[in-house]
């Protein structure tokens, strides 16, 4: 079998996040091939280098999540339409509803609404070539306030101001650069026959894109749970700025659940 092991600010970095439990894994599986796909989140983190891998590695492609050059796409006008429609329903998914709230209906139809825009702005990022600019421009901020103002938003969504919805722009720019990723093509993550992520969060995103476009199926391995290290990090931000990047977290666990064939809790700590 051939996998691909999905990281984030981990394997195979030297000083990655269970990068030990990672080597343990990839070392005691050796009748299969690896492909690894890393985020890294630092320049530092990527000049320490890599751990030594075994010969069942077969390719490791690595982003940084920490920085993105502009791509220096510039869209037409049907282009632009697609992107203000998509990211209006990503950040309208964001604002209704409560936050935490996973039971009901309308539960459901929040999450539909969600990955119908996810996955909305994945496919125009591989028609046209990147999101970077369109995720940095004033469309996005527009967008994200008209969402915050619009009837049946969330009080504390209707709260934000300018500063705390660029905040929530910038935040979103970053956590979506994963959907401009040139790896969900057939000889990349669509040639492994099983995605492995090491965590929730951006390392299961490239899972979730290639499960869409090329049918691979996914398995999630919770290590360290990212949903919660969001809720206890996030603490001295303004009320409207947490609501919505909760919300943000909330919905991405959600359809990484919903989308993963199997889920694993990679230690007791994790699994309580």
Do not use: K
């Not at 091939?33 to 985020?39: G, M």
């Not at 369109?134 to 101001?161: K, Y």
């Not at 990723?181 to 969060?201: I, P």
């Not at 476009?213 to 398995?219: A, N």
């Amino acid at each position: 079998m051939r996998i691909g092991l999905l990281t984030e600010g981990g394997y195979p970095y030297v000083s990655g996040d269970a990068r030990l439990w990672c080597d343990r894994l990839v070392r005691g599986l050796e009748q299969h091939e690896f492909d690894i796909y890393a985020l890294s989140r630092s320049e530092h983190q990527e000049d320490e280098g890599w751990v030594q891998l075994p010969p069942q590695v077969g390719r490791v492609i690595t982003a940084p999540l920490w920085t993105a050059e502009d791509d220096g796409v510039v869209y037409g006008r049907r282009a632009r339409r697609r992107f203000a429609e998509s990211y209006g329903e990503l950040a309208s998914a964001l604002c209704e509803g409560a936050v935490g709230d996973t039971s009901g209906e309308s539960s459901a139809t929040e999450a539909d609404r969600f990955a119908n825009a996810l996955y909305g702005l994945a496919e125009l990022a591989r028609d046209e070539g990147g999101l970077v600019g369109a995720l940095r421009s004033e469309t996005a901020v527009r967008a994200l306030e008209r969402a915050c103002r619009a009837p049946g938003a969330r009080q504390t969504a209707r709260a934000a101001r300018v500063p705390e919805l660029l905040a929530v722009a910038g935040h979103l720019e970053r956590a979506l650069r994963p959907l401009s990723l040139d790896w969900y093509e057939d000889d990349g993550l669509g040639a492994v026959d099983l995605c492995h992520a090491t965590s929730g969060g951006p390392a299961a995103l490239p899972g979730l894109l290639a499960h869409h476009f090329c049918g691979v199926p996914l398995l999630v391995t919770e290590y360290g749970v990212r949903l919660r290290t969001h809720y206890l990090a996030d603490t001295e931000s303004p009320p409207a700025v947490r609501s919505l990047l909760t919300a943000f977290h909330g919905r991405l666990a959600t359809e990484t659940y919903r989308r993963a064939a199997v889920v694993t809790p990679g230690n007791t700590h994790a699994r309580r």
